[in-house]
Nanobody
Framework: VQLQASGGGLVQAGGSLRLSCAAS????????MGWFRQAPGKEREFVAA????????YYADFAKGRFTISRANARNTLYLQMNSLKPEDTAVYYC????????????????WGQGTQVTVSS
């Protein structure tokens, strides 16, 4: 099972980025996928999650109204559209496949991508 995240980069405050996560090696139709982020010196935190089947979504409060999680079933690809970016959004963003438990908790995920750096300048 592999998750390959991409799409990070340097953007000015107020700008947008779209992260992608290509998934391979297993069927994700009965699971959820999530995005987490980790800033220097901080713990990894939940950003958003989506159930592959049905598309129910979940967001952290800071992501609501600015970020949108989606998936392309045929491509086995997860996305995170990030708009109105702020300097405090600077972090390494990770995609992950859910295994069991709350989708809000990193320990509920058993497969992680390598992370992609997002840097927002002021």
């Amino acid at each position: 099972v592999q998750l390959q995240a991409s799409g990070g980069g340097l953007v000015q405050a107020g700008g947008s980025l779209r992260l992608s996560c290509a998934a391979s090696g297993r069927t994700f139709s009965s699971t959820a996928m999530g995005w987490f982020r980790q800033a220097p010196g901080k713990e990894r935190e939940f950003v958003a999650a989506i159930w592959w089947e049905g598309g129910t979504t979940y967001y952290a409060d800071f992501a609501k109204g600015r970020f949108t999680i989606s998936r392309a079933n045929a491509r086995n690809t997860l996305y995170l559209q990030m708009n109105s970016l702020k300097p405090e959004d600077t972090a390494v963003y990770y995609c992950a496949a859910h295994w069991s438990g709350s989708v809000y908790v990193s320990g509920s995920y058993d497969t992680w991508g390598q992370g992609t750096q997002v840097t927002v300048s002021s």
